[in-house]
């Protein structure tokens, strides 16, 4: 049982050109290339003698290592130049090209590919960014509000408003959903009038999080008022997290809208950008304070926790369970 | 129980709510009568990943535009929560658990024997729905194969069939939504194209499809419209022939306005094609115990197989002389005010490109002008 079990972004479509390109998933070194028509992904060792896969090219669909020319179809099977008769095999992956990433799972396992129910919605941009912490750090960080007033600049709480800010988190068997509702932190009239916020906005921000592989899906938006109607634009975002290592985390950022490019076209196309800055900014921001993080403990045991960190706990034991597949009580430990 | 109204809508889906809002606005009295438990009955039991494929921007009915901030494309559940905003809206109190049984011609008026009586009314508007009886064809061997035989319209989601051999008959948009609903699923998943087929994605270069031909080729000549379409699908879409799926002789265009069929909208199956991940086979030739032979010779194991192969609207299970109004297919041939019988109307049994909800909202407006003139 591996965590390559369950599928995992490893790419940014955009960051795959024609050349194979080595990436790191949970400890395991791949090399991921193009074929005519899709993506393909295999063990970044040649089985012959061990020479990384990407320093090589792509020939027929084929990645062909530098050392001696052996060369590997994305099912594994390759051949040699040399030794017309050999049948070697390297390790291969299931291999996808979804959403604007490129994903990989470990080809004997069954596991769902992750539903993002954004169908109905805008694409605002992806976006790649490491955490130099480990992943149940990272996840940490990014279920719950309370860090916003400190670490954040647009989407967000106040400090002063913290204590009135109300959250909720509802467990299931697969799932952690926590709802927050609070008044929104003031922001720059630009940033207001692009997203038709009222003066006197709360911020819903409201995530599931799900464990095959660890994402967490957050609608934000505005409401005009504590309990009024619906005002402004909302985002969709959906944040992907794949260990690198034991110590590295890639967060890969998929943003959408529910503003539409073509109503007014002149408008959105000046307006998306600034949305997709302003995603990346803060998604920097926490990658900036979790490099701090990288030596914290991951046990939550002794912990001084408070009542916007019940969705940490709750998520810790989900990710044994569900995504590393250990049984209950194992480390890293929750009480 | 024998009632009578000014106008009777027969169904409380999209289109019997829209008549029943227009009429709502012209001031004229009506009784709606709904099969199921609920308005928008249909819409209720779609698979769960469903969204209109078309805008909500041009997708709303007489008198209430979508709420603001759902997204372009509304999920099933958004479609569903405006369904039933737009009846409280025009204060439509369908009558539920009615189902028509008989619609019959009684001197000047119309007859609408259902399940707790008879309405009698001088307008008549059928609007049971393009989804309303499951077409389900026959194949040798279909009692003899061991696996699971589903019709579309019973798939709710994947779940099930994790590592599962699922083959998808019928490459509509809902085939085809399936077949990638089934892949992400963990199902190994083929797909059964018989026919040539045009492909168009849902969006190119960020402009909706239906807003491109609203805008755009609805507005042109068929044989322009046709060319520019291929030279556009050429670069988005291009050549799915190594795949199996040919190309029509006959241009999108024309297709929809001739042959009354609407290309597949695709929300990234074809990308699943092309990558190798949903495999497309040609059509079914029989079913065996383990699985189904193909045209083509081959055979496929399978432990399941969904139909997508549509519905038919089958008004011939309740409307006299039913023939005079459809085609061969059972489809009315007669649409807004026009029937060949004064007082009967059919709505929303086209699927025309600039879409279904659109072209019922223009439908709905002009039937129950027609009978706001007559009443």
Known sequence: MSELDHWHPVLLSRELSDKPVAVTVCGQRLVVFRTRHGVAALDDACPHRGMPLHRGHVEDDRVVCPYHGWRWGADGRGESPGNPRAKPCAAHYDCVERLGAVWVKRPTSEAPFPFVDVGGHTLVGTLRARAKAPLEIVLDNFIEVEHTPEVHMFLGYTRGTMADVETQTTVTDDSVRVWNHGPQRPLPSLVRRMFAIPANAYFIDDWTTRFSPVHAVYEQYFLDGPHGPRAGEALRIAVFFTPVTARETDLFVLAYTNATRWERPLAAALRLPLVRAMVRLEVMRDCALLAHMADAPISLRNRALGRFDQSLVASRKLLERIYRKRPDGHLPVVE | ?375
């Open chain 2, 1 to 375: 129980m024998s009632r009578e109204a000014e106008a009777v809508v027969l169904g409380a889906g999209p289109s019997g709510l829209a008549v029943g809002g227009a009429l709502r606005m012209k001031g004229v009295s009506f009784e709606v009568l709904e099969r199921a438990d609920a308005p928008g009955h249909t819409w209720r039991t779609h698979y769960d990943r469903l969204h209109l494929h078309t805008v909500k921007q041009h997708s709303s009915l007489p008198g209430l535009p979508w709420p603001a901030h759902v997204p372009m494309y509304p999920s099933r559940d958004e479609v569903v929560a405006y369904l039933e905003a737009y009846a409280r809206h025009h204060r439509i109190e369908a009558r539920l658990g009615e189902t028509i049984t008989r619609v019959r011609r009684d001197g000047d008026r119309w007859a609408v024997e259902h399940t707790s009586g008879t309405t009698r009314a001088r307008h008549v508007v059928v609007a049971t729905g393009y989804n309303r009886v499951p077409h389900i064809p026959t194949w040798p061997g279909r009692e003899g194969f061991a696996g699971e035989v589903i019709h579309s319209g019973a798939y709710r989601n994947g779940r099930a069939f994790k590592g599962r051999r699922a083959l998808v008959v019928g490459a509509g948009n809902s085939g085809a939504e399936i077949a990638l609903d089934l892949w992400e699923s963990g199902a190994r998943t083929a797909l059964c194209v018989r026919g040539p087929l045009h492909v168009v994605p849902r969006d190119v270069f960020g402009i909706p499809a239906q807003v491109n031909s609203l805008r755009v080729m609805s507005r042109l000549p068929p044989r322009v419209a046709d060319r520019l379409s291929l030279l556009m699908l050429d670069r988005v879409v291009g050549d799915l022939s190594p795949w199996g799926i040919r190309r029509p002789a006959i241009g999108p265009v024309s297709q929809v306005l001739v042959n009354k069929q609407i290309p597949l909208i695709d929300v990234g199956t074809v990308a699943l094609i092309k990558q190798g991940h949903i495999r497309v086979v040609p059509g079914i030739a029989r079913f065996t115990e383990a699985g189904v032979a193909l045209d083509d010779g081959s055979a496929l194991d399978l432990d399941l197989v969904v139909l997508a192969t549509g519905y038919r609207p089958a008004l011939d299970a309740f409307l006299d002389d039913a023939p005079r109004y459809t085609d061969a297919r059972g489809y009315p041939t007669h649409f807004g005010a026009d029937a060949p019988a004064p007082g009967l109307y059919f709505v929303g049994y086209r699927n025309p490109l600039t879409g279904a909800l659109h072209d019922i909202a223009r439908e709905a407006t002009a039937i129950a002008a027609h009978i706001a003139r007559s009443a």
